[in-house]
Each structure stands twice: as C-alpha cells, then as structure tokens.
C-alpha cells in the first residue's frame, strides 16, 4: 500500500490550498483516512478524519470551520480543502489510512503513512 500526497506549497495568510493523497490497494474504500501535520520543532498532530462511507468526519479544533476532508472512493483518493491559512498551519502535512475503517483521532491507530507534502504560509 502506498499513499502519495501533493498539493503544497506557499501561500499568503488567508490563501487557500487543496491537498490530494492517493492510495494504492482496491480496499482503499474499506479505510477511514486521515491527515496529520508537524511544524517544526513540534510533535506531529491531528487535523482531519474521515470514514470509509465520508459519514462520519472530525477535526482538530484549530482547523475547523477552515479546513475540510472529504473523499473520493472511485478515485481512491482523500481530499483536504485549507481555506483562511494562517502561518500557524504552516507544516508537513501528512495522509494516513487506517484499515480497521472507523476515523481516529490518534496517529497510533493508522497503518500506512504518505511521504508528507510541505505546506507554508507566510504573513
């Protein structure tokens, strides 16, 4: 299985960007998705996640209302819409799938990991 995430780059604060992670593996539509990013000097942390179906979705509380995830199973790709950047969210943002299919919170849960896409704003 591999997962190969792009879309970053540099914005303005306030810009907005779309990350893409694509999956390998025909059972990318049993996976919950989700998206981790690290600043750095910092821990790596949690932004969005997002069920097999697309029904059940979370985000971390300083993304939401500006971010959202969402997915495409016929593409198996997981999609994540940044609106309003800040400079805080500049970081590595990284894709993970998670096999068991219910969306977590937490990094100790995902199976496989993206390379990471670099994602900065400036103010």
């Known amino acids: 299985v591999q997962l190969q995430a792009c879309g970053g780059g540099l914005v303005q604060a306030g810009g907005s960007l779309r990350l893409s992670c694509a999956a390998s593996?025909?059972?990318?539509?049993?996976?919950?998705m989700g998206w981790f990013r690290q600043a750095p000097g910092k821990e790596r942390e949690f932004v969005a996640t997002?069920?097999?179906?697309?029904?059940?979705?979370s985000y971390a509380d300083s993304v939401k209302g500006r971010f959202t995830i969402s997915r495409d199973n016929a593409k198996n790709t997981v999609y994540l819409q940044m609106n309003s950047l800040k400079p805080e969210d500049t970081a590595v943002y990284y894709c993970?799938?998670?096999?068991?299919?219910?969306?977590?919170?937490?990094?100790?849960?995902?199976?496989?990991w993206g390379q990471g896409t670099l994602v900065t704003v400036s103010s």
């Open positions: 593996g025909r059972t990318f539509s049993y996976w919950a």
């Open positions: 993970a799938a998670n096999r068991d299919s219910l969306p977590r919170r937490e990094s100790r849960y995902y199976d496989y």
């Open positions: 997002i069920s097999w179906s697309g029904g059940t979705i």
